[in-house]
């Protein structure tokens, strides 16, 4: 079992930055990808980005790729994202989640991941 928190979250001015928290606990990730999804009210929940924790190999969203960092830090079990140029479409509860082996560092279908986190609110002002 795996056990993801999310932390920081808040609200943003437009074209401010954010850096959020992903901490797994419980057992290691060492052979799984974590991914970043987020979901705006009234909209389905969409992947944002993804890293193996192995390798770091990462992929984006097109919405996202040139404004936010997916990173790790194998030794503290937490991952990160760093996000820039904030933009108000950017406002959503941004999720992690775990999924092990066999997996691709490409966006999966919901119902594919093995763990999820509660969510961290990140509300971007115009």
């Known amino acids: 079992q795996v056990h993801l928190v999310e932390s920081g979250g808040g609200l943003v001015q437009a074209g401010g930055s954010l850096r959020l928290s992903c901490a797994a606990s419980?057992?290691?990730?060492?052979?799984?990808?974590m991914d970043w999804f987020r979901q705006a009210p009234g909209k389905e929940r969409e992947f944002v980005a993804a890293i193996s924790w192995r390798h770091g190999g990462t992929t984006y969203a097109d919405s996202v790729k040139g404004r936010f960092t997916v990173s790790r830090d194998t030794a503290k079990n937490t991952m990160y994202l760093q996000m820039n140029s904030l933009k108000p479409e950017d406002t959503a509860v941004y999720s992690c989640a775990v999924k092990d082996p066999p997996y691709r560092i490409s966006p999966m279908e919901i119902n594919e991941y093995d763990f999820w986190g509660q969510g961290t609110q990140v509300t971007v002002s115009t």
């Open positions: 419980g057992r290691t990730v060492s052979r799984s990808v």
